[in-house]
């Protein structure tokens, strides 16, 4: 299971930091992912780890800004958002995605990842 929190209003220029709470399962075979959605809009990939190993993998919009993690002991993904800007207004979900093979990639599109949190709401004032 994945609970997602962190979410709120900001204006502009500033930072939130979204945390992915991950229970039922030992995650360190999995690869986590933030993806986010606006209203009408398909869900897009926003960054994705290896839970215990890789480097991490960013969408091009947001290289620099947003920064995904894992914290293994508090068994939890966060994804730093700092410089947010108001077209970032979204619903950020977090995702899991199983290791399947010994080399392996991120996955970018939302069907490859099995096991989805409830969404935060992101909002961006100008």
């Known amino acids: 299971q994945l609970q997602a929190s962190g979410g709120g209003l900001v204006q502009a220029g500033g930072s939130l930091r979204l945390s992915c709470a991950a229970s039922?399962?030992?995650?360190?075979?999995?690869?986590m992912a933030w993806f986010r959605q606006a209203p009408g809009k398909e869900r897009e990939f926003v960054a994705g780890k290896g839970w215990s190993r890789g480097e991490p993998l960013y969408v091009d919009s947001v290289k620099g800004r947003f920064t995904i993690s894992v914290d293994n002991a508090q068994n939890t993904v966060y994804l730093q958002m700092n410089s947010l800007k108001p077209e970032e207004s979204a619903v950020y979900y977090c995702?899991?995605?199983?290791?399947?093979?010994?080399?392996?990639?991120?996955?970018?599109?939302?069907?490859?990842?099995?096991?989805w949190g409830q969404g935060t709401q992101v909002t961006v004032s100008s």
């Open positions: 039922g399962r030992i995650w360190s075979s999995y690869i």
């Open positions: 995702a899991a995605s199983p290791i399947r093979s010994i080399i392996w990639q991120i996955p970018t599109r939302p069907e490859n990842y099995n096991y």
